[in-house]
């Protein structure tokens, strides 16, 4: 699992995957979290829908946090 509190990622680019996050729980039980954080202006190609910037296999936990 991956736990990211108070994080700030702007403006990164990717020409795959995951410009600001490429989390990958192999065995689909595996949780980020992602709280207190800040995620903007991330580009990259193929992101899970609704999740600019972030490629995610397994479970996604968002909790006082903008990611656009």
Do not use: Q
């Not at 991956?2 to 403006?11: E, I, Q, R, T």
């Not at 910037?53 to 909790?63: A, D, K, L, M, Q």
């Amino acid at each position: 699992s991956l736990y990211l509190c108070g994080v700030k990622m702007v403006g990164n680019r990717s020409n795959g995957a995951g410009a600001a996050i490429w989390f990958d729980g192999s065995d689909r039980n595996s949780i980020l979290k992602i709280k207190n954080s800040s995620m903007r202006n991330n580009k990259g190609n193929g992101e899970n829908d609704g999740y600019p910037g972030i490629r995610f296999y397994g479970t996604i936990s968002i909790e006082a946090s903008s990611v656009e």
